[in-house]
Nanobody
Framework: EVQLVESGGGLVQAGGSLRLSCEAT????????IGWFRQAPGEERVGVAC????????YYRDSVKGRFAISTDNAKNIVYLQMNDLKPDDTGVYYC???????????????????WGQGTQVTVSS
């Protein structure tokens, strides 16, 4: 059974940094795509950063390119999202997600991911 547990959210001023962690168990990393998604109040859940397990290729939402980085520590079964130079528009609940295969990681579309964590709140003040 795939299990995902996020941590690391919080309140930060614009320009600050946060690192989100997702403890991910129950699947073989190379067989899965993993990703981070954000949902702001009243908005749909959008892909922020995704990674294909097979070749570690990554996808980033245009608005976070150069500021966010997704990485993994396979030995610890943890997926990270390093977020730098945070902006108020980055505010939302961040979810970790996993899906078998490569397609989900290539396009980073929430409907392709079937396993989700409970989410962690990130609030960026101006």
């Amino acid at each position: 059974e795939v299990q995902l547990v996020e941590s690391g959210g919080g309140l930060v001023q614009a320009g600050g940094s946060l690192r989100l962690s997702c403890e991910a168990t129950g699947f073989i990393w190379t067989d899965y795509s993993i990703g981070w998604f954000r949902q702001a109040p009243g908005e749909e859940r959008v892909g922020v950063a995704c990674m294909k397990g097979s070749d570690r290729n990554t996808y980033y939402r245009d608005s976070v390119k150069g500021r966010f980085a997704i990485s993994t520590d396979n030995a610890k079964n943890i997926v990270y999202l390093q977020m730098n130079d945070l902006k108020p528009d980055d505010t939302g609940v961040y979810y970790c997600a996993a899906a078998p295969g490569e397609d989900a990681g290539y396009v980073c579309y929430s409907a392709l991911f079937g396993s989700w964590g409970q989410g962690t709140q990130v609030t960026v003040s101006s």
